[in-house]
């Protein structure tokens, strides 16, 4: 395409006074624009601002990261989700301190655990400015868009994707993209008139943006019922902690179920809350209890060691409010 600069120029004045203002655009450390990619994988944006923010001041290097410990580092990240994610960040950051500095180039990047093409390209172009064209789900429908193909493939995109980047400013321009799918060539209603690439746009020619990669699979809500435990004794409380093996949430702990207290004297309920996760939603009833004994995992655990634990969300929303633990 002939007219390529003037496409990317329309893009980088676009992004120049459209982007919004996050706070890992405030910065070009490595480390804290690799925390950010991770922690975007899967959540909203607006939901990762307030845990990059806490994430960052109580552990502002990746030597810190390294060594902080696994309780603690789940106990930071609890509420995102995806647990392996911070598990590889620690992994990685381990071996970043082994490396002696944050890798500059895209073939170490890609090679540390928990990060894909996506990320190295990612971290490489917008820390370091490298020619690494990025292609996330946001990239892949503006391009499909812009080329008017319906069912594009990976590679096709990523083929696209690398001829479309200014290797001049490949920093500007990747976030460009991405914020454009973001904020502007959105899934359902693309804002066409207010797109930079809509003059070049073959989609938007022929009346098809809407069309083109609306692939919005119907998700089957799940409603599920539970119950949690509250079993106190002498200040105590009742707790077990998921074993290692666990597919999720593994070294978490949690108040039990009463599958897992046949025994317990079930008293009155204290409140109820939803949670969901991914296509589940959970309505949790919380109940007093008592019992005679405690059988393994079920451990009793003291208020000063219950600060220091990494609780699972749905354990800490059923605790919520009960200030004499
Ligand atoms: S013109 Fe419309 S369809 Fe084309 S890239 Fe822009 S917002 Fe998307």
């Not at 899967?42 to 994430?55: G, H, K, L, N, S």
């Not at 400013?169 to 959105?186: D, F």
Request: glycine letters at 4%; a positive charge; one cysteine or more.
């Amino acid at each position: 395409m002939t007219e390529l600069p003037v496409v990317r120029a329309a893009l980088a004045a676009w992004y120049e006074i459209s982007k919004r203002d996050l706070p890992w655009r405030r910065t070009r450390d490595p480390y804290a624009i690799w925390i950010s990619e991770i922690m975007l994988q899967q959540t909203r944006v607006a939901a990762v601002i307030p845990y990059y923010e806490r994430f960052l001041a109580l552990y502002p290097t990746v030597d810190a990261l390294a060594e902080v410990s696994e309780p603690q580092l789940l106990s930071a990240w609890a509420g995102l989700g995806y647990y392996s994610r911070a598990r590889n960040l620690q992994a990685a950051a381990k071996t970043i301190v082994a490396l002696g500095a944050f890798p500059r180039d895209h073939a170490t990047l890609r090679s540390l655990p928990g990060i894909g093409d996506y990320t190295a390209a990612a971290v490489a172009s917008i820390a370091f400015n490298l020619p690494h064209a990025v292609v996330d789900g946001n990239v892949v429908r503006v391009l499909a868009r812009f080329l008017a193909e319906p069912v594009p493939t990976r590679s096709r995109i990523q083929i696209v994707a690398d001829e479309f980047l200014d290797a001049a400013q490949p920093s500007q321009h990747n976030q460009a993209m991405m914020e454009l799918g973001a904020t502007v060539c959105t899934p359902k209603d693309p804002q066409c008139g207010k797109c930079p690439l809509a003059n070049w746009c073959q989609a938007h020619a022929k009346g098809l943006a809407r069309e083109l990669l609306l692939k919005v699979t119907k998700t089957v809500i799940r409603r599920v019922e539970r119950s949690l435990l509250v079993v106190i004794r002498n200040g105590n409380i009742l707790l077990w902690q998921r074993p290692p093996e666990t597919a999720i949430l593994s070294g978490f702990w949690e108040l039990p179920e009463p599958h897992q207290l046949p025994k317990a004297r079930i008293g009155r309920a204290l409140h109820h809350f939803k949670h969901r996760i991914t296509n589940h939603i959970y309505t949790i009833q919380v109940f007093e209890a008592s019992v005679r004994r405690a059988p393994p995992p079920l451990e009793w655990v003291s208020p000063h060691r219950l600060s220091t634990l990494p609780l699972s969300t749905t354990t800490r929303k059923a605790l919520v409010g009960m200030t004499h633990l």
